[in-house]
């Protein structure tokens, strides 16, 4: 079993940034590949980042890539997602994930989600 939970959202002007924090529970986080998804009002949700379990290999959606960063620190069962040059259309509540192995495939374990507001 795996808890997540996420930190460091908030409310930033259009060209800001944020850095969102995801602390893990449980012995097994080096095992687990972790994601940050998005959901924004009225739409599904969407993936936006993701990092294999070394941190070797990220990920990214189109619309993010350049401009947001994952990372890890297995040491302390954190991941990160820095996001720079923030757009209005990057509003939404931003979700962490895990599973175990492999990036690709159905995520196990979600945090609550925290919500990220750009103004323009």
């Known amino acids: 079993q795996v808890q997540l939970i996420e930190s460091g959202g908030g409310l930033v002007q259009a060209g800001g940034s944020l850095r969102l924090s995801c602390a893990a529970s449980?012995?097994?986080?080096?095992?687990?590949?972790m994601g940050w998804f998005r959901q924004a009002p009225g739409k599904v949700r969407e993936f936006v980042a993701a990092i294999n379990s070394s941190g070797r290999s990220t990920y990214y959606a189109d619309s993010v890539k350049g401009r947001f960063t994952i990372s890890r620190d297995n040491a302390k069962n954190t991941v990160y997602l820095q996001m720079n040059s923030l757009k209005p259309e990057d509003t939404a509540v931003y979700f962490c994930a895990a599973r175990l192995g492999v990036v690709s495939g159905g995520y196990n374990y979600w945090g609550q989600g925290t919500q990220v507001t750009i103004s323009s």
């Open positions: 449980g012995r097994t986080f080096t095992s687990h590949a």
